[in-house]
């Protein structure tokens, strides 16, 4: 089981990114991915999740009308279109794939496979 985030970069404040998480090793459908982020100093953060075959989508308050969640089932990706990005959005960006999570706020325990994370840094 492999996830690769990538995407991440130096953006100004307001400006737009979007992450990647390419999936190999399992069976992609199946599972719900969602995205996390850690900033310095502060604990792993669920910001948003995606079931497996419907593609429901959740979202915590912090980010919700300024990020998209969204996979491709064909491509074995999902995406993370993050709008409006603010400095407290800086952190490290992890994406994570679970068999058993449901929709909703994104716990880290609940998620068993992990992408190595790709850093967003915002300037104000």
């Known amino acids: 089981v492999q996830l690769q985030a990538s995407g991440g970069g130096l953006v100004q404040a307001g400006g737009s990114l979007r992450l990647s998480c390419a999936a190999s090793?399992?069976?992609?459908?199946?599972?719900?991915i969602a995205w996390f982020r850690q900033a310095p100093g502060k604990e792993r953060e669920g910001l948003s999740s995606i079931s497996g075959s419907f593609g429901s989508t959740y979202y915590v308050d912090s980010v919700k009308g300024r990020f998209t969640i969204s996979r491709s089932n064909a491509k074995n990706t999902v995406y993370l279109q993050m709008n409006s990005l603010k400095p407290e959005d800086t952190a490290v960006y992890y994406c994570?794939?679970?068999?058993?999570?449901?929709?909703?706020?994104?716990?880290?325990?609940?998620?068993?496979?992990w992408g190595q994370g790709t850093l967003v840094t915002v300037s104000s």
């Open positions: 994570a794939a679970s068999y058993h999570a449901v929709v909703g706020t994104p716990l880290s325990i609940e998620y068993d496979h």
């Open positions: 090793g399992f069976s992609f459908d199946d599972y719900a």
